[in-house]
């Protein structure tokens, strides 16, 4: 275990703590760090409180195989950091992770575990030492760098996020119910850092108004419009760059496009993110993806999930001894 301050008030042993957190999907297009879609995909961290000076590490699904099951995994320097910004220290965690969303293909995992974490750290405190979620947004997104996967994650829905000076802000818009998001994974990774070392150091003035335009599109087309998606999903900031990382997501991306459907890269990639506009779209695309991997990409498996947007975001069960 990581080294605890002794002076500090240990929370009470023996309590439990569940946290339900949505995968999600950032930039959608032109959204870049900004814009971010929490997905009907979740994993599930439950927490219990020792007073054995014992971490028990219990992991299974997505990355059982190789993460590790000490205090080196995400989730427990998460939740020491956690339990130090807010004071307080323990005796010893039983921790249980079961894992859904795929890790490294741009399905926000590691917010998702950052989250789940700092949230799980949260609820076992007393109630009078206990932070709400902009608290929770603040810390979470100081580790990972920026707010877009961090602010759907905990509030579900569609997050609008930016920064102030040294404060992260989000909002979060309701989804028109006709949107339906459809991901398709392949069975390669590409890291967030990978992906980000390919952008250029800056844009042209006119990448920039094209792409603020058509971020302002999306809003409306998410929330009221969702016949105009494929024109709101165009990006002129990162997609482009980032395509030599994951060509086989970026050829069907393109036909997906050219077909008609509002395809992007879900987060830093690979994964494809389609917005479908209506069942009937919906059901287009599926037909439409598994033809032409089929045909163009038989060497890569792909799963294929039509899912929905979380409106919840992370949800905690706590029993108290």
């Known amino acids: 275990m990581l080294p605890q301050t002794a002076q500090l008030p240990a929370i009470q042993g023996g309590q439990q703590v569940t946290v339900r957190v949505p995968a999600t999907s950032a930039n959608l297009g032109p959204g870049y760090d900004s814009l971010g879609l929490a997905l009907t995909l979740h994993d599930t961290l439950t927490v219990e409180s020792l007073d054995s000076g014992e971490l028990l590490f219990e992991l299974s699904g997505e990355g059982a195989e190789s993460l590790p099951r000490d205090a080196s995994h995400l989730v427990v320097r998460a939740m020491n950091a956690a339990f130090e910004r807010l004071g307080y220290r323990h005796n010893g965690l039983k921790i249980t992770a079961e894992n859904v969303a795929p890790h490294g293909r741009g399905l926000g995992s590691s917010a998702s575990a950052v989250v789940a974490a700092v949230t799980a750290a949260n609820a076992l405190l007393p109630a009078g030492g206990q932070q709400d979620r902009e608290w929770i947004l603040q810390l979470t997104s100081e580790m990972e760098g920026h707010p877009d996967n961090v602010a759907p994650a905990i509030f579900g829905g569609l997050a609008l ?3 102030d000076s040294d404060r ?4 979060c818009a309701t989804v028109d119910e006709a949107v339906i998001p459809i991901v398709a994974v392949p069975d390669y990774e590409l890291s967030t850092e990978a ?6 150091a800056s844009v042209g003035h006119h990448a920039a108004a ?3 335009g058509r971020a302002a599109l999306l809003i409306h087309a998410l929330t009221h419009k969702p016949e105009f998606l494929l024109a709101g999903t165009e990006d002129y900031l990162h997609q482009s760059y980032r395509a030599e990382a994951m060509r086989p997501s970026a050829a069907l991306i393109k036909a997906l496009r050219g077909a008609g459907h509002a395809a992007v890269v879900s987060g ?4 494809v993110l389609v917005l ?8 287009a695309v599926l037909q439409f993806i598994d033809t032409y991997t089929g045909t163009n990409t038989p060497d890569i498996n792909w799963r294929v999930m039509k899912l929905a947007v979380d409106v919840e975001g992370a949800k905690v069960g706590v029993h108290r001894r």
């Open 195 to 200: 992906a980000r070392a390919l952008l250029p």
């Open 168 to 171: 992260y802000r989000s909002t």
């Open 276 to 283: 479908a506009n209506s069942e009937t779209d919906a059901a």
């Open 268 to 271: 830093a990639g690979p994964t």
């Open 161 to 163: 996020s930016w920064q």
């Open 210 to 212: 094209m792409n603020s």
